[in-house]
């Protein structure tokens, strides 16, 4: 997938970030706190936005870049407008969370990590979210779905 | 404060606002001013309950109705009903094994082995309010402390307690904090560990949820202990509300006064701040940790030196796991020697746990140390559901292990669960039935470890990666007769030359598998099948003609229209098509399904 980093489009934010990083910039260890605060921004972390932070925090870009892969919170490209979080925590696997990732993989062909190509759903695998009680569950950005059976899957993905 | 006639507590919880909890706090308070009944109930919004399974819950005092599995539609009810005509709605209130009607909170089996220290507060008090956790003793212990203790008989109390670290590792606090008193440096930092890495537990979500406050004055409490006057807390940014709580619970404190300058009227000086993870396991580590917080990537740091000598910026810093500070405050409010009779010589106080998986009662635990696994699975837990068979309890998440059926007795304390093969952990403790396939749990963890190896060290990257790759082969059926063996060998020395816990520890769940569940994996390997019926690779479907009644159910349910047969006579699976989803056993009736 090819796409560019809109400077026009992304003026406002930009003046947002430069904010957020003078902010920071007086406390000790700032780098986490802005990458952050980007990500939440910008919705990723695109090189454009990497060297930004280079040059406000004086910090060299290798050196950004290599955190910004360390995490898997970060992401170098757009995720789609909805993610799918599957609960892959210990309690949810053991009460079949795998299929629902499966049927999930199967309904919009996608991988986990991935983003289909209309870039509407990304899907993530992601740990315990406190709702074992309810497992296996699954998100869709802010929407959690529990107690979940693979044959509910459709269902919900229809609904977004 | 203003009286009340009667209190409603509505669980705000991870596990209950997924089921709409927020909604109905909102609906609540609509409907109670709609009746104008403002003056008289008090809404209050809580952390965790403990009994999640049954969420979202709702309790009702001066009668402690205890609701469960409350929907929206039911508000109006409950309003109508209970708070104006002062009659409990039989309907929706908690029923235990006993299919009785439970009224009151204090009758609920659930609890009543239970001991409340670090989550005493948890669905108690209001997270977002400070004046209610002052009601309930709060900064008591902090201010007993300055105004009256040296920071020497703060480290010996905590000493004398015997606490040790709830983050895994069971280190005595008290010798920690005094290695950290009596480093050399004139800047010290109080780190507080909210990383919770085991991918199955949520017990400091549930305490920072549910009771910020608590960790927040035992941070302080532990600065003046060891001479720091900064603290940070590293938490999962994948925690949303317990942030959200904890920096209003920061906030409010330092309005009062009891986080800044000065605290009570003293030359003490505190103040702290959250710094938010970004989704690596491996920052669990404290070193690792250390690193992240500096801002660089979240690899662990030889040892020594250790964090109490050279931590964060090379500064002296005391690092304790949210769980262990929740237990500070009580200590110094009620003596080391009250602390020291709950538990046990060796493991004295309470441990939090996240109880999970194949179990009636999932959620939130917390028991006196020493209390044997048999008891909370079966007597807090309720045992297995839907009839089936207890096969083994996973405890320490991926750097623990499996422990069988006939050790079931073991009472939990960190050196007998490290010395069956598994560990305390951080709390994680899932439960799993004769349906769970030991070798595909072995593969979930190692397939855990080997996404989050931070990299830095061969045996741990490659080793654990080869280990996958032997349990993935096992479990599709390919598994060849030396396969075992390697496993062992490989898991060996892994042990004995990765650089952190995390690669340390990572064959754990393959090392306690295989000690006790040996003939799955010869199962799988040998005659290629799959014991419990999972590995997908290894089992088929069929249908027993004698069985099925030809109720037709199975093809209705199947996905991929894998089954034919008219109404009334047997059906049959056409094995090219069928995905080995599993829908047609759940849906027949009659039992017809085999799958082996
Ligand atoms: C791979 C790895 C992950 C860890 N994850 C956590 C964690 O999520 N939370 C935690 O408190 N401790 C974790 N620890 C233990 C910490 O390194 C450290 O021992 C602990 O925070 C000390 O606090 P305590 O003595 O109060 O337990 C982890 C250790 C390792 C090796
Ligand atoms: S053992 Fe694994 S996680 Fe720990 S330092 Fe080595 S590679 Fe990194
Ligand atoms: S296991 Fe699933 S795919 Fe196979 S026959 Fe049954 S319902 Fe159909
Ligand atoms: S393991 Fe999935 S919510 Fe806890
Ligand atoms: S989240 Fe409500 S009881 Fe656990």
């Known amino acids: 997938m090819e796409f ?121 695998a992601t740990r315990c979210i406190g709702a074992c009680g309810l497992a296996p569950v699954m998100t869709v950005n802010e929407d959690v779905y529990g107690k979940l059976n693979a044959d509910e899957v459709p269902g919900i993905i229809k609904k977004y | 404060m203003e009286l009340y006639r009667s209190h409603v507590l509505i669980c705000r919880g991870t596990g209950c606002t997924s089921s709409k909890s927020d909604d109905m706090e909102v609906k609540l308070n609509e409907l109670i001013k709609e009746k104008e009944l403002d003056k008289e109930v008090k809404v209050v919004r809580t952390g965790c309950f403990g009994l999640c399974e049954a969420g979202p819950i709702i309790v009702v005092y001066p009668e402690g109705a205890f609701y469960s599995h409350v929907k929206l539609e039911d508000i109006d009810e409950i309003v109508e009903e209970h708070l104006l005509k002062g009659r409990i709605v039989d309907r929706l209130l908690y029923k235990g094994e006993e299919e009785e009607k439970i009224k009151s909170v204090n009758e609920v089996t659930f609890y009543k082995k239970q001991k409340r220290v670090a989550l ?107 001479g720091a006057n900064q603290g940070y807390v590293y938490i999962r940014a994948e925690y949303p509300i317990a942030v959200e709580r904890l920096q209003l619970a920061i906030d409010h404190a330092r309005e009062k006064g009891l986080l800044g300058e000065n605290i009570f009227g003293t030359d003490f000086n505190f103040d ?139 009472p939990i304390t960190y050196d007998s669960l490290t010395e069956i093969g598994s560990m305390m952990g951080s709390g994680g403790m899932i439960v799993m039935d004769e349906e769970t396939c030991m070798v595909d749990i072995a593969r979930f963890f190692l397939d855990f470890t080997v996404e989050e190896s931070c990299g830095k060290c061969p045996p741990c990257r490659i080793g654990t990666k080869r280990m996958l790759e032997i349990l993935e082969r096992i479990t599709s059926g390919n598994g060849e007769a030396e396969d075992i063996d390697k496993l062992e060998r490989l898991a060996e020395n892994i042990k004995s030359s990765a650089l952190c816990g995390l690669g340390q520890t990572a064959p754990n769940p393959v090392l306690s598998t295989l000690k006790y569940f040996r003939d799955e994996y010869e199962a799988h390997v040998n005659e290629k099948t799959c014991p419990a019926g999972t590995c997908k690779d290894l089992v088929s479907y069929s249908i027993d003609p004698e069985a099925c009644k030809g109720c037709t159910l199975c093809a209705k349910a199947c996905p991929v229209d894998a089954i034919s047969g008219e109404r009334k006579e047997a059906h049959v699976i056409d094995q090219d098509k069928c995905i080995k989803c599993g829908a047609c056993e759940e849906k027949c009736p009659f039992g017809a399904i085999i799958n082996k």
């Open chain 1, 4 to 124: 560019k980093f809109d400077w026009e489009k992304n003026a406002s934010k930009i003046e947002k970030l430069k904010e957020i990083i003078e902010e920071k910039k007086q406390k000790k260890g700032p780098l986490m706190p802005v990458l952050n605060q980007a990500q939440k921004l910008f919705g990723y972390l695109p090189i454009e936005v990497q060297r930004i932070i280079s040059e406000g925090l004086n910090i060299p870009l290798a050196e950004i870049y290599g955190v910004a892969t360390f995490y898997s919170q970060f992401s170098l490209i757009p995720k789609g407008k909805y993610t799918i979080g599957v609960c892959l925590g210990t309690a949810c696997y053991v009460k079949g969370a795998q299929d629902i990732i499966d049927r999930i993989k199967d309904e919009l062909d996608l991988e986990v990590g991935g983003t289909t190509k209309d870039r509407k759903f990304s899907l993530e």
């Open chain 2, 272 to 410: 702290m701040e959250i710094r938010l993870g970004a989704g690596a396991f491996v920052c669990g580590e404290e070193t690792a940790l250390i690193a992240s917080i500096e801002g660089e990537r979240g690899m662990p740091r030889n040892k020594p030196p250790f964090p109490a000598n050279s931590g964060l910026w090379q500064k002296p810093t005391l690092i304790n796991n949210v769980e262990t500070y929740a237990n500070v405050n009580q200590i110094i409010l009620n003596g080391a020697d009250w602390f020291k009779d709950i538990g046990t010589e060796k493991s004295p106080g309470t441990k939090v746990f996240a109880l999970g998986g194949k179990i009636n009662n999932t959620g939130l635990v917390e028991i006196p140390m020493g209390t044997p696994l048999k008891e909370v699975i079966y007597e807090i837990g309720g045992g297995i559901p839907n009839g089936k068979k207890f096969k083994a309890v996973q405890t320490g998440g991926p750097s623990g292990g499996c422990i069988p059926a006939d050790l079931i007795d073991t």
């Open chain 2, 120 to 226: 005493k507060n948890c669905g108690v008090i209001d997270p977002e309010d400070i004046n209610e956790y002052i009601a309930y003793d709060g900064y008591m212990a902090l201010g007993k402390v300055l105004t009256e203790m040296e920071p020497k008989d703060v480290i010996n109390v905590i000493k004398d307690s015997g606490l040790r670290g709830r983050g895994g590792g069971g280190f005595p606090s008290g010798l920690k904090w005094d290695f950290t008193s009596k480093a050399e440096g004139d800047q010290k930092y109080v780190l507080c560990n909210a990383d919770e890495g085991d991918p199955g537990a949520f017990m400091d979500r549930s305490i920072l949820e549910g009771d910020p406050h608590a960790v927040v004055e035992a941070m302080a409490i532990a600065g003046y202990a060891v």
